[in-house]
């Protein structure tokens, strides 16, 4: 394949722009609590909105790669989210933003489905592992990179009468008062020029294995009544709910108990919390090759409840450190947990593969019930519901019983 490289580096940038456009709510949140005048229960749609899109598409999207292509499929994502972007840029309210952040999230499901079967065939199977973690990598980076994107547009927009340049532009078309809706304007331009992009591209046809296909209702309908295959679901539920329970109430958590600018610092903190859960997957992935999966799992779980512990409980200087290291340690949950879930089954990995994503919702459900819990009783006792979910991703390294165990150099 001539242009193997071309398309490895092309899938790669695909991650750093889903994560661009995923993972910057936790800085916007108290942004548009503020600007909307919302408690904490409505705010807690709007990550609701988004991630049930995961829940709704996930499925479907394989089935459709199935009869169209990847590079169809592709663009049509990208296209849904330039539509949603744009949507909201242009009528900045509350309602429009559920609707655009289901769009949006409806284009980043399609987009997670398509792209690592296309990875594995572009890249080559012998190199899927390693370009999987390159893929993780740029994923890891965007996150660090939006929330600081975000702060340098809502600190300089509507600061000087005379602006030029990026922030000119911007201030020409965002309503007074809502400098981070410029964040949509940008998403809006990225995803236009990823239909462009992919549009031009030549991507390789995937043939994928009899295992690897979406498979029909009925194999979904079979896996269902697996004890196994629920309990895996309800894993990837729990760390999605995690992860995004955490990313989304930090910054509001850091204003409304220690009084942090969530423009600047809650922003910062959020960063820092993709930036370190980037580092700590490297990390784990040494720890994989000398230790047992499960154990890697049970020891970064209970690293992650005494981090979220001091986060929620320590003096300000501490919790604004602790939150991020949650994400250090919250790393190397999704892949053990969905290593250990195909590793358990022996047939229909592709059909199991789209029942595990769909347990992305896990991020739509959680941080709504945080903002319900907060808005009655304070979001500190909202974000304690999380030591639920982190004590079932606990218990998956102590039942889990993985027909194939992960190799390390000792064995």
Not at 75 to 94: E, N, W
Not at 209 to 232: C, P, Y
Not at 384 to 395: D, G, K, P, R, T
Request: charged share 10%.
């Amino acid at each position: 394949m001539k242009n193997r490289w071309f398309i490895v580096a092309l899938i790669l940038l695909v991650f750093f722009v889903i994560s661009f456009l995923t993972n910057i709510l936790g800085p916007l949140i108290p942004d548009i609590i503020k600007s909307f005048r919302l408690n904490l229960g409505l705010a807690g749609f709007l990550p609701f909105s988004f991630f049930v899109a995961y829940g709704v598409m996930s499925i479907p999207s394989g089935m459709l790669i199935e009869r169209y292509s990847e590079k169809a499929i592709m663009i049509a994502a990208f296209g849904l989210a330039a539509a949603g972007a744009l949507l909201f840029a242009l009528f900045p309210t509350f309602g429009v933003a559920m609707i655009s952040l289901f769009v949006i999230g409806s284009g980043m499901a399609m987009l997670q489905v398509a792209i690592n079967p296309l990875l594995r065939t572009a890249g080559g199977e012998e190199h899927f592992a390693f370009n999987s973690v390159l893929g993780q990598l740029a994923f890891g980076l965007a996150s660090f990179v939006s929330p600081l994107i975000y702060t340098y547009l809502v600190v300089n927009i509507g600061q000087t009468e005379d602006a030029k340049g990026l922030i000119g532009v911007m201030e020409s078309l965002v309503p007074d008062g809502l400098a981070w809706v410029s964040l949509y304007w940008i998403f809006a331009l990225v995803s236009a020029i990823m239909v462009l992009v992919v549009w031009l591209s030549k991507l390789p046809k995937v043939d994928l294995k009899e295992d690897e296909k979406a498979g029909s209702w009925a194999i979904h309908r079979t896996l269902l009544q697996n004890k196994m295959v629920l309990l895996f679901f309800l894993g990837i539920f729990c760390y999605v709910g995690t992860e995004q329970g955490v990313a989304n109430w930090m910054s509001q958590f850091l204003a409304t108990y220690h009084g942090f600018d969530p423009q600047t610092d809650g922003a910062t903190a959020v960063s820092w919390f993709w930036g370190l859960l980037t580092v700590g997957c490297v990390l784990g992935l040494v720890l994989l090759k000398v230790m047992d999966s499960q154990k890697v799992l049970l020891y970064f779980t209970a690293a992650a409840a005494i981090c979220l512990t001091l986060g929620l409980f320590a003096p300000a200087k501490v919790a604004f450190y602790a939150f991020p290291m949650v994400g250090f340690f919250a790393s190397v949950m999704w892949s053990v947990i969905f290593a250990l879930a195909l590793n358990s089954v022996q047939e229909h990995h592709g059909s199991f593969s789209g029942i595990l994503c769909t347990g992305i919702v896990g991020g739509a459900i959680l941080p709504l019930i945080i903002g319900a819990l907060g808005e009655v009783f304070g979001l500190q006792v909202g974000m304690a519901l999380l030591y639920l979910s982190l004590a079932y991703i606990f218990s998956i390294g102590v039942w889990a019983k993985p027909l194939v165990q992960n190799k390390t150099v000792f064995d």
